[in-house]
């Protein structure tokens, strides 16, 4: 009988496509047999667990920011932010990486790269993001693709791409040419001008109407945009945390002509809705796009389930609570993002799963295996299968307990869900063939991980 590193006793294994009650056997830092004989030099009882392929959350925000900028800075990098990750089931994030002044993309991605290989927890992979196609060369997709970073973003609000778009719609296509996918953040910056100058002029500036000042209407106009974009160059687009009815239906339309349109959701849009502005510290649930109605949060709810949501990511943008809330403050001095890494999933889990409003496979495919086959990780990540990477999860799915910001591994100190009672949690995360992460100690050491290489992009 085979005597492996690592085996996990008796939990369900469960993946995409099933599950069963299987022996779990980790050699090598790979699954090396599941089911049959099996011993181990170290064992995890997983009697009445579940043994998941670990998260991977392709939209993080961890890059160390720049000295040289004023105001807040988010309080995580790339060693707290994993942290968080392995805390939350996650073992692997998506980080955007943006230039600073005078960077090309690639000279953005190897700065991040040697941070993340000296910090790292769990796995990162970069996103390059094209903020000036005037001083960010486009041969730098073929580049960074062949070099394993095979994906791009892009903001449509951004000055470059309101100006100019062209460039942005042939970066489209030499991500295409070069196997590589393109995230966008749908927004027409037109239209939340015309908004903010609106409710400055009818004096209604206060919190309460910061989301007015990104509509609806311009998350939809951005992605019907891009939609067509995408049927001209052909390029594989996801659509990053969409947060509306209106912008799914014009995926929705899009995906109809047999265009290849990926979206993606954030867990702020699945739990609150606008409302939550009307709060004396509203602002601190502040996202961009921001908080939408009731029935923008079930139609995405629907829409994981009918498999027209394809991944649940947290952009995590973490800050402190005195950065996010500040007397006197009204919807100009808004700043965007919430930590998210450490909760995502078990609120996912315990909204969707045992909540009933997704399966336990679509909750693997949303958490992971879509992620790593959109993002040329599969099948060595995003599966529980021979061979593959041993990144797991082992989850309680009885385990309950409120979400308190001061039992979390990001550095943030608030959590917009804080004292929600959450049932079903990661007990167990391993890396690698490492436990990095077990009852509520983390275990990994900084720098155990860092940069992976990605193929192609590949469809769902």
Not at 319 to 339: E, Q
Request: glycine share 10%; aromatic share 6%.
């Amino acid at each position: 009988m085979e005597r492996y590193d690592l085996v996990l006793r008796g939990g369900q294994v469960v993946t995409a496509g099933g599950e069963g009650l299987a022996d779990l056997a980790i050699h090598g830092g790979r699954i090396a047999q599941i089911g049959g004989a099996m011993s181990g030099a170290d064992e995890i009882d997983a009697a009445g667990k579940l043994v998941l392929p670990g998260g991977i959350d392709a939209h993080v925000h961890l890059s160390l920011i720049d000295e040289m900028l004023d105001g807040p800075r988010w309080c995580d990098d790339f060693a707290s932010g994993t942290a968080a990750a392995a805390a939350g089931g996650i073992t692997a994030v998506g980080n955007m990486t943006f230039p600073r002044e005078g960077e090309s993309m690639r000279d953005a991605v190897l700065r991040d790269a040697a941070d993340a290989d000296a910090m790292a927890i769990v796995d990162v992979f970069l996103h390059p993001v094209l903020t000036d196609p005037k001083t960010q060369p486009l041969d730098d997709i073929d580049a960074l693709a062949a070099e394993g970073v095979t994906s791009l973003k892009f903001f449509t609000s951004f000055a470059g791409f309101t100006e100019t778009p062209a460039p942005y719609v042939e970066a489209m296509r030499r991500a295409r040419e070069a196997g590589a996918i393109t995230l966008i953040h749908c927004e027409d910056e037109a239209i939340m001008t015309d908004a903010m100058r609106h409710l400055i002029a009818t004096g209604m500036t206060g919190v309460e109407h910061y989301p007015e000042t990104r509509p609806v209407t311009a998350e939809a106009a951005a992605t019907a945009r891009i939609v067509n974009f995408v049927d001209e160059t052909g390029a594989p687009t996801y659509i990053v945390h969409l947060s509306s009815a209106a912008a799914l239906e014009e995926v929705r339309r899009g995906r109809g002509r047999g265009l290849p349109i990926w979206v993606e959701t954030r867990p702020l849009y699945l739990h609150l809705t606008a409302e939550r502005f009307q709060e004396p510290d509203g602002a601190k649930y502040a996202g961009q796009p921001p908080l939408r109605t009731l029935d923008d949060r079930i139609s995405l709810w629907n829409g994981l389930a009918a498999g027209e949501v394809d991944t649940v990511c947290s952009d995590h943008a973490p800050w402190m609570l005195v950065d996010k809330v500040k007397p006197d403050m009204d919807m100009r001095d808004v700043i965007a993002g919430v930590a998210d890494l450490d909760t995502m999933l078990p609120m996912l889990f315990s909204e969707g799963v045992i909540a009933g409003r997704i399966s336990l496979q679509q909750f693997v495919a949303a958490s992971s295996t879509n992620a790593a086959k959109l993002f040329g990780l599969f099948p060595r990540k995003g599966a529980i299968a021979i061979g593959a990477d041993a990144d797991i999860a082992i989850w309680d799915p009885e385990l309950t307990k409120p979400v308190r910001s001061t039992e979390l591994a990001t550095h943030s100190d608030y959590s917009p869900y804080e004292g929600w009672e959450v049932s079903g949690w990661p007990v167990v995360t391993i890396h690698g063939g490492e436990v990095v992460y077990r009852d509520g100690k983390l275990m990994g050491k900084p720098g155990r991980a860092g940069i992976v290489k990605r193929g192609p992009t590949g469809a769902l």
